[in-house]
Structures are given as structure tokens and as C-alpha cells.
């Protein structure tokens, strides 16, 4: 309904049900904007999701971390 027409969530969700090289993104990459963490679910909330993105080398804003 949020965009334009009811129906859609299920032509979404047939197209991606079809597709079988979906992209997938783990929830912890996905920033909000200016870089910031924005919400994580996970226990530990935004710390767990910094911390996971350290892990893979992320750099916020490019800057080394407290322990380089």
C-alpha cells in the first residue's frame, strides 16, 4: 500500500522468488546516512554492528581504530 498499490508486495516477492542470483547483503553492511550504523536487532545493537565491520576491515569514515 506504501507504494501506490496493494498488490504489489506479492509481484515483488514472485519476481524474487524467480531470480536465482538475488543479491544478497548482510543486515550489518547496510549504513544509513553520512555513514552512520542506523538500527541493528542483534544483541549489542550498533556496538555489535561496528564491531562485525571491524572485523571485515571497515573503516569508519577511514579513520584506524583505537587498537591499530
Do not use: Y
Not at 515483488?12 to 536465482?20: D, E, K, L, R, V
Not at 572485523?55 to 579513520?63: A, D, L, Q, S, V
Amino acid at each position: 500500500a506504501e507504494m501506490g498499490d496493494k498488490h504489489l508486495a506479492r509481484a515483488i516477492g514472485q519476481a524474487m522468488g524467480a531470480n536465482p542470483f538475488a543479491p544478497v547483503v548482510p543486515c550489518h553492511r547496510v549504513l544509513a546516512a553520512g555513514g552512520q550504523p542506523g538500527g541493528f536487532s542483534a544483541s549489542g545493537g550498533a556496538i555489535t554492528k561496528w564491531r562485525l565491520l571491524e572485523i571485515e576491515g571497515h573503516r569508519p569514515g577511514g579513520e584506524p581504530s583505537l587498537f591499530d
